[in-house]
């Protein structure tokens, strides 16, 4: 018997862009994910995947530097050795069923997939996932914050997870039983590698310089940043912030049509603010809003491309390319193993 490890990818109900900025965030993790199965032992990682081209072939000494590795997929493999620091190698096949760039953080459960693997301390999600954060900016070079590697380890089926991205804070809200999440895709494939994510970052930062943590900023301090586009980069971080313990409250009370608001209020600022939505995404969201049953919808990650994320009624029928429904899925899982 070999072992099978298990790591969801996730939507994000509302607070993009914000976890960076050690702000709030409201992820879920979806049915969609990454399986890995084989045995330990040996020296090495060797990973084929049904997916993407190629080996992934890692020494447990690790990469030189993950970023230079072949393919390219297997950086993230390298970088997640390196963290790890497995004592047994692992020869294995990857399968997934999220779409790659579609912002459903299928590196992070990529990622997520192989720590547990290769035998993780899956106790310490805060831990391991900054570990994880670390790997993903070694592999591609983003800046990115830590939401994805901390849902797609700490998520627990039945509800979203308000993660305070400073404090480091995993609150778990449960969703209502009455309401139902679809996920759309675009169709426009986006990598945050040559992405203007790492730009949004910078502005956010320079933003701070001015006015202080934008997590503790007043509206008032925010509007008097002099540079438009710092200043509309900060209103969404702010605002967002307090979207994100709206929603938590909107969710926990069953107030499920104002819940669509501060969905369809999160997309407005994303588009207009922090610049991040596309023509097609606004035109998704605008189209799914119009459907009976449907409470609101967003962009849901990084944006630039990629998915839109809509809290509907149970059974709402959407036309266009659903991806995914459901309710909150549970978090990663190590099922099986010989050396366990
Ligand atoms: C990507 C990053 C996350 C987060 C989102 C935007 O998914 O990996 O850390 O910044 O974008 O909210």
């Avoid at 998520?155 to 404090?167: P, Q």
């Avoid at 503790?216 to 008097?224: M, N, Q, T």
């Avoid at 600022?269 to 009976?292: C, K, M, W, Y």
Wanted: glycine residues 12%; charged residues 20%; aromatic residues 4%.
């Amino acid at each position: 018997m070999g072992l099978r490890a298990w790591a969801p990818g996730r939507v994000n109900l509302v607070g993009d862009h914000t976890d960076y900025m050690g702000g709030l965030v409201l992820p879920m993790a979806i049915g969609l994910g990454t399986e890995i199965t084989g045995d330990r032992g040996g020296n090495w990682v060797m990973l084929g995947s049904d997916r993407f081209e190629g080996v992934a072939e890692i020494p447990l000494a690790g990469a030189a530097d993950p970023a230079d590795v072949e393919p390219p997929w297997a950086r993230y493999v390298a970088a997640v050795v390196d963290e790890v620091r497995p004592a047994d190698g692992l020869v294995g096949m990857v399968h997934s069923t999220l779409p790659a760039g579609s912002g459903l953080a299928s590196s992070a459960a990529l990622e997520v997939a192989v720590a547990c693997a290769l035998g993780a301390d899956l106790s310490d999600p805060v831990g391991l996932a900054k570990g994880l954060q670390r790997a993903e900016q070694r592999a591609v070079g983003v800046p990115v914050g830590i939401m994805d590697q901390l849902v797609s380890l700490a998520a627990t089926e039945g509800s979203v997870l308000r993660i305070d991205c400073d404090r480091l804070t995993v609150e778990q809200v449960p969703f209502p039983e009455d309401a139902e999440i679809v996920v759309i895709h675009s169709g426009q494939h986006r990598e945050l590698e040559g992405s203007a994510y790492a730009e949004r970052r910078a502005q956010c930062e320079e933003a701070e310089k001015l006015v202080g943590r934008l997590r503790d900023a007043s509206p008032v301090d925010v509007e008097g940043i002099e540079d438009p586009v710092l200043r509309r980069r900060a209103r969404h971080v702010t605002t967002e912030n307090h979207r994100v313990d709206a929603l938590a409250a909107a969710l926990a009370a069953d107030q499920l049509a104002y819940a669509g608001e501060l969905l369809v209020a999160s997309h407005a600022s994303l588009r207009d603010d922090f610049e991040v939505s596309t023509p097609v995404l606004d035109q998704i969201v605008a189209a799914v809003r119009g459907v009976p049953g449907v409470y609101g919808a967003r962009v849901t990650g990084a944006g630039f491309g990629g998915c839109v994320v809509a809290l509907c009624r149970p059974k709402t029928r959407i036309g266009g390319p659903v991806v995914w429904r459901g309710r909150p899925a549970p978090g990663a899982a190590l099922t099986s193993s010989t050396t366990a």
